[in-house]
């Protein structure tokens, strides 16, 4: 049998397009992965300890002035959990009240406002 080289053409430049676009996507992951994801280095959270049936606040310091983020608190006992936004103010700072429905553990997670959510700060307390 007789070799063409119109396919043996066709195949090289299949092969060069495939090579192509996985370069370009392995650039375009490295573009996204490198993309800050509105992280603050120094985030913390804390919350006041109170009874059950009472107010608790959460607060945040050290996270982007301005920025966007969700308090997702998990409550105990396979209770569930809610997320609540929050917004830094110019020092970097905020605060949010929920209420202790519960006794047991409390935890909240900040995250992030992004395509990837990124996990900033999180902290907890024991409710009795």
């Known amino acids: 049998m007789k070799s063409s080289s119109y396919g043996t053409t066709v195949r090289l430049g299949i092969a060069s397009l495939l090579a192509a676009a996985a370069l370009l996507s392995i650039g375009f992951l490295s573009a996204v992965a490198a993309k800050p994801n509105?992280?603050?280095s120094t985030a913390t959270c804390t919350i006041s300890s109170v009874t059950v049936g009472s107010m608790f606040i959460i607060s945040g310091t050290g996270f982007t002035?301005?920025?966007s983020?969700?308090?997702s608190v998990i409550w105990p006992s396979n209770n569930g959990s809610g997320g609540v936004p929050v917004t830094a103010d110019a020092s970097g700072s905020w605060s949010q009240g929920e209420y202790a429905y519960w006794t047991g553990a409390y935890t909240v997670n900040v995250n992030s406002?992004?395509?990837h959510p990124a996990l900033l700060a999180t902290c907890s307390m024991m409710v009795t």
């Open 38 to 40: 509105n992280k603050a």
């Open 113 to 115: 406002v992004a395509r």
């Open 65 to 67: 002035p301005g920025a």
């Open 69 to 71: 983020y969700v308090a």
